[in-house]
């Protein structure tokens, strides 16, 4: 049994292909094909439709539901908006369901590129194990299961072992201080969250036993990137400095998975939205409606809470590495300050 989001307002019944295929329904192909159009103005393609029961009020029916890549249409509640013009949200609510094809809404619709692979190159060919081994397979690594603060459970491997004999990846990851003196001037804000972004990207095949991991029912290995490698970060960060470079510093911030769009309209801000959905859409990444903040005044982005008029409260820095950051953003001022005086 699956939960529905119920639309008295709607002609049609939606349901997404996902959910097809895990309830196990038969599609059947419609006479001809037709696009739906939404209440945001935007069109969703229906090609294949199911008959399946539906429950309201213990009243039970057999209906007709058209069957959709995913749709946004019930999910706008999920959508974090910073402004109460009713245009503007409107018009980011036809964006969303235009690139809804983008949008994780759990692990099994989370994208993956077809852009890049992960390789783990070793300095050894030794192979590892933290204990005498009952496998076949020359590596694998222990595993444990932590807590998140929603309750849910996340699964660890612990990949020190592999990570010393890993041959490091030099890319450089951006300083924070660097992205934040790049704020000045611009009042709007849209933060994307790439949905568990490691994992969007696939490890290479001669690399996938690396990965390997036990647990009291067996052998595993990870198709996809997990986290705990080393490089990961640096993988990640190449590959979407690529995918966005031309929008790189004057129209997005990129910090691994963390993406910032930068604006002085909202008008603006959905030109370049738009632009970088499009990138996504075609690389194959998905982001997570949970955590994007659209059309925000003021946000908080890598800790720091900042707006048109620079950064709101800094934090007092606790430990060295914070105050080599705070010496490190006021040495950029300046610099910015006396390149603006001249």
Same mark, same amino acid.
């Given at each position: 049994?699956?939960?529905?989001?119920?639309?008295?307002?709607?002609?049609?019944?939606?349901?997404?292909?996902?959910?097809?295929?895990?309830?196990? #329904?038969?599609?059947?192909?419609?006479?001809?094909?037709?696009?739906?159009?939404?209440?945001?103005?935007?069109?969703?393609?229906?090609?294949?439709?199911?008959?399946?029961?539906?429950?309201? *009020? %213990?009243?039970?029916?057999?209906?007709?539901?058209?069957?959709?890549?995913?749709?946004?249409?019930?999910?706008?509640? $999920?959508?974090? @908006?910073? &402004?109460?013009?009713?245009?503007?949200?409107?018009?980011?609510?036809?964006?969303?369901?235009?690139?809804?094809?983008?949008?994780? %809404?759990?692990?099994?619709?989370?994208? $993956?590129?077809?852009?890049?692979?992960?390789?783990?190159?070793?300095?050894?060919?030794?192979?590892?194990?933290? =204990?005498?081994?009952?496998?076949?397979?020359?590596?694998?690594?222990?595993?444990?299961?932590?807590?998140?603060?929603?309750?849910?459970?996340?699964?660890?491997?612990?990949?020190?072992?592999?990570?010393?004999?890993?041959?490091?990846?030099?890319?450089?990851?951006?300083?924070?201080?660097?992205?934040?003196?790049?704020?000045?001037?611009?009042?709007?804000?849209?933060?994307?969250? #790439?949905?568990?972004?490691?994992?969007?990207?696939?490890?290479?095949?001669?690399?996938?036993?690396? &990965?390997?991991?036990?647990?009291? *029912?067996?052998?595993?290995?990870?198709?996809?990137?997990?986290?705990?490698? &080393?490089?990961?970060?640096? @993988?990640?960060?190449?590959?979407?400095?690529?995918?966005?470079? %031309?929008?790189?510093?004057?129209?997005?911030?990129?910090?691994? *998975? *963390?993406?910032?769009?930068?604006?002085?309209?909202?008008?603006?801000?959905?030109?370049?939205?738009?632009?970088? #959905?499009?990138?996504? $859409?075609?690389?194959?990444?998905?982001?997570?409606?949970?955590?994007?903040?659209?059309?925000?005044?003021?946000?908080?982005?890598?800790?720091?809470?900042?707006?048109?008029?620079?950064?709101?409260?800094?934090? @007092?820095?606790?430990?060295?590495?914070?105050? =080599?950051?705070?010496?490190?953003?006021?040495?950029?001022?300046?610099?910015?300050?006396?390149?603006? %005086?001249?």
């Amino acid at each position: 049994m699956e939960i529905s989001f119920l639309d008295l307002g709607s002609s049609v019944s939606l349901i997404t292909k996902a959910l097809v295929d895990k309830l196990g #329904l038969e599609p059947v192909r419609v006479g001809v094909p037709v696009s739906l159009k939404t209440l945001h103005d935007s069109t969703i393609p229906v090609e294949y439709k199911v008959t399946a029961l539906i429950s309201i *009020d %213990n009243i039970a029916k057999e209906i007709d539901l058209c069957i959709v890549d995913k749709c946004v249409m019930g999910e706008h509640r $999920k959508v974090n @908006v910073g &402004t109460n013009d009713p245009k503007a949200t409107q018009q980011l609510l036809a964006l969303l369901d235009e690139f809804s094809m983008c949008i994780a %809404n759990d692990m099994s619709e989370v994208g $993956k590129t077809s852009t890049t692979e992960m390789h783990i190159k070793l300095t050894t060919t030794q192979p590892i194990a933290d =204990r005498p081994r009952r496998y076949s397979d020359s590596e694998h690594s222990p595993v444990l299961l932590v807590g998140k603060k929603n309750g849910e459970q996340r699964l660890c491997v612990d990949y020190r072992a592999l990570n010393k004999i890993t041959i490091k990846d030099k890319y450089p990851i951006p300083r924070i201080e660097d992205h934040l003196s790049r704020l000045a001037g611009y009042g709007w804000f849209i933060s994307l969250d #790439l949905y568990s972004g490691y994992r969007q990207i696939p490890m290479a095949r001669d690399s996938i036993p690396m &990965t390997a991991f036990v647990t009291q *029912d067996g052998h595993y290995e990870f198709l996809r990137v997990p986290f705990g490698l &080393t490089n990961a970060a640096e @993988v990640f960060q190449r590959m979407i400095n690529i995918l966005l470079g %031309n929008l790189r510093f004057t129209k997005v911030l990129i910090f691994i *998975d *963390d993406v910032l769009i930068l604006a002085r309209s909202w008008q603006e801000s959905f030109e370049t939205l738009k632009e970088v #959905l499009n990138i996504f $859409k075609t690389s194959g990444l998905t982001v997570r409606l949970s955590k994007c903040y659209f059309l925000k005044t003021k946000i908080d982005y890598l800790g720091f809470e900042v707006s048109e008029s620079g950064i709101q409260e800094f934090p @007092v820095p606790t430990t060295v590495h914070q105050l =080599r950051q705070f010496i490190g953003l006021t040495e950029a001022s300046v610099n910015i300050q006396a390149a603006t %005086n001249k």
